[in-house]
């Protein structure tokens, strides 16, 4: 069964600190992994990534994607208020299905 | 143009009542899917659709819950005879197709926040 394992559960930060968000996991059949900030209901989509290496970057947020390690990670740089959320890892695999990390809820305070 | 929508916002229903929720993907999009959130959970997958098929059903939590989808665009979740345990967001996603590239990039709408009291 595929698997998404993010960490923190959750992380309180200072504005203006850099966080790093961890997701790795496990799948049968690995297509991509995504991104998503999740504020309210809608998760918004922010990153995919599907070759080990590549960072993808916008503005103060990058992620890169180790598929050796099976593993992921997001940078936020010089955080702000409107960063809180809750940051979601996912995982295509079979037949395009997401699954899901539990999440890690980012609140940032000033 | 115009995103993921989806009806009702909200939806109060007593138990053992059946309920409706549609879901309007982005236009062009071939793949839909659902998605449920219960609270403090991560997103757990129910159902997708590719045109009018859906291949997989494995996510659907008992044979309460059934989904179609009707002319290629919008699809209806229903959930029969609900339980207080079917209490959540239903979240649907829309991508261009199931295949690669930005195939696997999904969507989501506002979601439908479903309370069985």
């Known amino acids: 069964e595929d698997k998404v394992v993010q960490s923190p559960l959750s992380l309180v930060v200072h504005e203006g600190d850099t966080v790093t968000l961890n997701c790795s996991y496990e799948?049968?059949?690995?297509?991509?992994l995504l991104w998503y900030k999740q504020e309210k209901k809608a998760p918004t989509f922010l990153f995919m990534l599907?070759?080990?290496?590549i960072e993808k970057k916008s503005g103060r947020l990058s992620s890169i994607l180790d598929k050796k390690e099976l593993f992921s990670i997001l940078n936020i740089t010089a955080t702000q208020t409107g960063d809180s959320a809750v940051y979601l890892c996912?995982?295509?695999?079979?037949?395009?299905?997401?699954?899901f990390g539990t999440g890690t809820r980012l609140q940032v305070t000033l | 143009g115009a995103g993921v929508s989806q009806s009702p916002s909200n939806k109060v229903t007593e138990k053992g009542k059946d309920v409706e929720l549609r879901c309007d993907p982005i236009?062009?999009?071939?793949?839909l899917y659902w998605y449920r959130q219960s609270l403090g959970q991560g997103l757990e997958f129910l159902i997708y659709?590719?045109?009018?098929?859906?291949?997989?059903k494995s996510g659907l939590p008992s044979d309460r819950f059934s989904a179609e989808r009707t002319g290629g665009s919008v699809s209806t979740l229903t959930i029969q005879r609900t339980q207080q345990e079917d209490s959540a967001v239903y979240l649907c996603?829309?991508?261009?197709?199931?295949?690669?590239?930005?195939?696997?990039?999904?969507?989501f709408g506002p979601g439908t926040r479903l309370t069985v009291t």
């Open positions: 659709f590719q045109g009018n098929s859906a291949p997989d």
């Open positions: 996603a829309s991508s261009l197709s199931l295949a690669g590239g930005r195939g696997y990039e999904q969507y």
């Open positions: 996912a995982n295509t695999g079979t037949a395009s299905k997401l699954t």
């Open positions: 799948v049968t059949n690995f297509r991509s």
């Open positions: 599907t070759s080990s290496g």
């Open positions: 236009s062009g999009h071939t793949a």
